[in-house]
């Protein structure tokens, strides 16, 4: 397995070029032995084409280095954090490339709580499956059917955020193809709302949208929940750890503003939420400023004190659900959010505080020195590195520079009064990257 394979989030590359099942396999070995050679592992799936074959090849390797593994079929990756969090597993997989194309395959491997494999721990993993320093013992390969349980958790969860269930709520659901599809709409039909779904069949082509749930891909949920009349609509990715949601106009609601919506729920179970530091300043003014903490993209969601933690592009975690993001139990957070204010979203986004946010994607092969040559831009204003992030702050105007940690693009998020500031300012940050590049637009 390349170094590239073991990527800065998860453990992915494109089949068969990047990873196959020999690869698989080595990795099940390695995770083995990252367990100690023992335990009850639990492993998940998604839809994709490789990921039969992968689920079998994982749990081959777990069980050859002596695990004793529980396969669950198709999973959410939360689902898997559940179980291991909750259910007394000792460590999890779920077989996913997330939010990645069609020929994408990978696994996201969990800890003995539930979180994801993250700076040395993964450093841990990736050591031993190159070393191939592996330690063979007889374990077992056993079926269970979990959903049921994930099923029971997420409401019970919701039960404790929320006095009232969801009746008189119509909701859309997009899963996108993926995997939600079995157990979102489920989930919130229990918990009495009426449901409609599009592209809710499991495919491996993702025929209808891409896995991944931006504003661009969503035009079919948009539509549906405008002539449907529904209260609001949601789009998960890939392996559902994403949620981003339609108000009942049918019109995408940032991810900022879900943010600082949730945030300032959240602020009932704890003294301060987690937000990446590319969010936007608005979150801040809604929930106040010295309660939030930063992290970097990518990082986990909770330190263990906070109960909240989310990204502006759909991550978003309750640590009293399980230490990893779940879309299935935001769609229920923000449902109940309806019930519990008694309004309708776009209400609830007009009160927030009124920004102009600009999300661009620069896209270079050498985005690392872009940023480097970003920090030491001339400006009227101030510069400086905080975390992962470059911001530049100027009288009107707001931006925030990282690399992204999964492909050859820079990202940009630009903020504040004035749109024509706001352009100047992008442009002279791309004059600083370098090599031919385009830009890719996300507007928001």
């Known amino acids: 397995m390349t170094d590239e394979l ?26 083995a032995h990252f367990y100690n050679n023992t335990g009850n592992i639990v492993v998940g799936r998604d839809g994709r084409e490789s990921s039969p074959r992968f689920y079998r090849q994982l749990s081959k390797g777990l069980k050859d280095g002596g695990c004793t593994v529980t396969q669950v079929g198709i999973a959410t990756t939360d689902m898997i954090s559940y179980m291991v969090n909750k259910k007394n597993f000792d460590g999890g997989a779920n077989i996913t490339a997330s939010h990645m194309p069609p020929n994408f395959g990978g696994v996201k491997a969990l800890d003995q709580t539930g979180k994801i494999l993250h700076g040395k721990k993964k450093q841990q993993l990736e050591k031993l499956y ?21 099923i029971n958790g997420v409401i019970a969860r919701y039960n404790q955020i929320f006095e009232d269930d969801l009746k008189g709520l119509k909701i859309v659901v997009d899963p996108g193809h993926s995997v939600s599809a079995p157990f979102l709409p489920e989930i919130l039909v229990e918990l009495g709302a009426e449901v409609e779904t599009v592209n809710e069949n499991i495919h491996h082509k993702f025929p209808e949208r891409s896995p991944e749930p931006e504003k661009e891909n969503i035009k079919s949920l948009k539509k549906r929940v405008e002539s449907s009349d529904a209260d609001m609509g949601v789009a998960t990715d890939g392996d559902a750890d994403r949620a981003v949601f339609v108000n009942e106009k049918g019109e995408y609601i940032p991810g900022d503003h ?46 263990g004190e906070t109960v909240f933690g989310g990204e502006p592009n759909g991550h978003l975690m309750d640590s009293n659900f399980t230490p990893y993001d779940s879309g299935c139990l935001f769609t229920a957070v923000v449902a109940g959010l309806l019930i519990e204010k008694d309004e309708r979203l776009s209400l609830m986004q007009e009160k927030l505080p009124q920004r102009k946010i600009s999300k661009k994607n620069l896209e270079t092969d050498q985005k690392h020195e872009a940023v480097n040559k970003i920090e030491d831009i001339e400006t009227e204003g101030t510069v400086n590195r905080k975390l992962d992030t470059v911001i530049i702050r100027k ?4 931006a925030k520079i990282r690399s992204s940690g999964s492909e050859p693009i820079v990202r940009v998020t630009l903020e504040g009064e004035d749109e024509e500031e706001m352009e100047k300012l992008l442009e002279r940050i791309r004059s600083k990257v370098p090599g031919n590049h385009k830009t890719v637009s996300k507007t928001v």
């Open 258 to 303: 879900t943010l600082a919506l949730l945030g300032a729920k959240y602020l009932e179970f704890s003294s301060k939420i987690i937000c990446t530091i590319n969010s936007s300043g608005l979150i801040e003014e809604v929930v106040g400023k010295d309660k939030v903490k930063h992290v970097e993209v990518g990082d986990i969601l909770t330190d």
């Open 130 to 150: 190159k070393n191939q320093d592996y330690e063979s013992a007889e374990g077992e390969i056993r079926q269970k059917d979990l959903g049921r349980e994930y």
């Open 6 to 31: 073991f990527r800065r989030y998860d453990i992915r590359g494109k089949v068969p070029e990047e990873i196959n099942s020999e690869k698989i396999y080595r990795l099940g070995r390695a995770l």
């Open 395 to 398: 009288e009107q105007v707001e």
